[in-house]
Structure formats: C-alpha cells, structure tokens
C-alpha cells in the first residue's frame, strides 16, 4: 500500500484540485497491481510547489538554475523493496501543470495524473537517459496511466 505525505507550498493548487489526499490516492489504488505494493507499507513525499520553489530546489540538488515540471529524488540510489519503505520526494510544479492548455481543470487533472506517473517510476529507478530507457519508462508510464483513467473517470 502507498501512502502519500502531501505538503502544498503554492496555494492556487486548492483552487484546481480540492481535495489533494483523497486525488493522489486514488491515482495510487488505481495503479497496476504490480505498483500498488499491497503486503509492504511504501511511503512518498509529494510537495506541490510553483516554478520559484522547483527552480531552487533544481538549482540546489542537480544545479540547474531554472524551473521544471517535475523533480523526484529517489531515497535509495538501488531499490531494494522491504516491507516498510521509503521511496522518496516528488515535487510538482503548479505553474507548468496550468499552462494555456492546461486552464480546464479535466485537463489540468489529466496532466497532473501523467506527471505523478512519471515522477513515481523515476522514485523506483527508472530513467530517460538513453533510448532504451526512455522507451522502458515509456511503456510502463502508458500502462500505468491507462490503469488509472480506467478506473478514476
């Protein structure tokens, strides 16, 4: 089972999705089985940031001196899954999630389904560095992503 601390930095996020716990969680019980970790206890940091607090924390752990979409920061360079673990921090930014085409909420939910996704696979070790990579991430992001707009819309 995954559960999600919530921490919201940028307080337009209330504004797209009210009930921030009750979203993420239903984003993780409608994972793939093989995601879900049922017999374990799997803890994420999820902060829900803007581009002035990514930008820092971008500038700060991977010295990129700009604003992203999304940053994970896996607690474990080599994940070895036990019972109790803690996977890591993803931080999503409010202002890229609610670019022009993103101002519908639908849409902006959407997006931000897609970016969890993404950030969550990056926490249990998966990268885009190579071509092989990507595609692997890829493919599993689309399952993922499939698995739970099947089960939330």
Not at 73 to 86: D, T
Not at 110 to 137: E, P, Q, R, T
């Amino acid at each position: 089972m995954i559960s999600i601390n919530i921490v919201s930095e940028e307080k337009n996020w209330s504004k797209k999705i009210k009930k921030k716990k009750v979203f993420f969680h239903s984003i993780c019980k409608s994972f793939p089985k093989k995601y879900q970790f049922i017999n374990k206890k799997i803890f994420v940091t999820l902060l829900l940031s803007n581009n002035k607090g990514i930008k820092k924390l971008n500038k700060k752990f991977r010295n990129k001196n700009k604003a992203t979409d999304i940053l994970s920061f896996p607690f474990q360079k080599k994940l070895k899954l036990k019972n109790n673990l803690y996977l890591g921090d993803i931080i999503i930014s409010y202002n890229f999630m609610n670019k022009n085409t993103n101002k519908e909420i639908k849409l902006f939910k959407d997006k931000v389904i897609k970016i969890f996704i993404h950030g969550f696979l990056h926490l249990l070790g998966f990268d885009h560095a190579k071509l092989k990579s990507y595609n692997s991430m890829f493919r599993e992001e689309k399952k993922i992503y499939q698995s739970v707009i099947k089960k939330i819309n």
